[in-house]
């Protein structure tokens, strides 16, 4: 089953998303898992912090929010992320906005193949992991190109 992506109240779109969807069914294969159903849905700030509040029972705003329904070794998932705070962290870490959407779809997979980060340890590793696949994908393309 492909990736599929949706967007709810943004004003954003992926131009171009066949690379990309390839490198992450790519490194899902790679890293031992198979593909079933992965959802990245682009909402706002708002949106986001409401799926915080009922779900997750924290009253902030976050980038990413994952919904975790693997079978096994098959990756299922939806995956929320704001454009609005992508764009502002973006700024914040002073990369390119593409580059922080890449690391962000990126986190959002690895929350689904076992990968978190609840303590210092885990968020190094993670950051560590998300650092390959943007190297990867830019090797690959040359640039983000989506």
Do not use: A, C
Not at 19 to 41: A, P, Q, S, T, V
């Amino acid at each position: 089953m492909p990736i599929k992506i949706f967007y709810d109240s943004v004003n954003f779109r992926l131009r171009r998303s066949i690379n990309l969807k390839n490198y992450l069914l790519d490194n899902i294969k790679r890293k031992g898992y198979l593909l079933g159903d992965l959802r990245y849905i682009f909402v706002t700030d708002q949106v986001l912090l409401d799926i915080n509040k009922e779900f997750m029972k924290h009253n902030y705003f976050t980038d990413i929010i994952t919904f975790n329904y693997n079978n096994n070794k098959t990756v299922n998932g939806e995956i929320y992320i704001s454009i609005e705070t992508v764009y502002r962290n973006s700024k914040k870490y002073g990369v390119s906005f593409k580059n922080e959407l890449l690391r962000v779809m990126v986190h959002g997979v690895l929350h689904l193949i076992g990968y978190d980060d609840k303590d210092e340890t885990e968020r190094k590793r993670m950051r560590g992991e998300e650092d390959i696949w943007i190297k990867g994908y830019l090797e690959r393309h040359g640039k983000i190109d989506f």
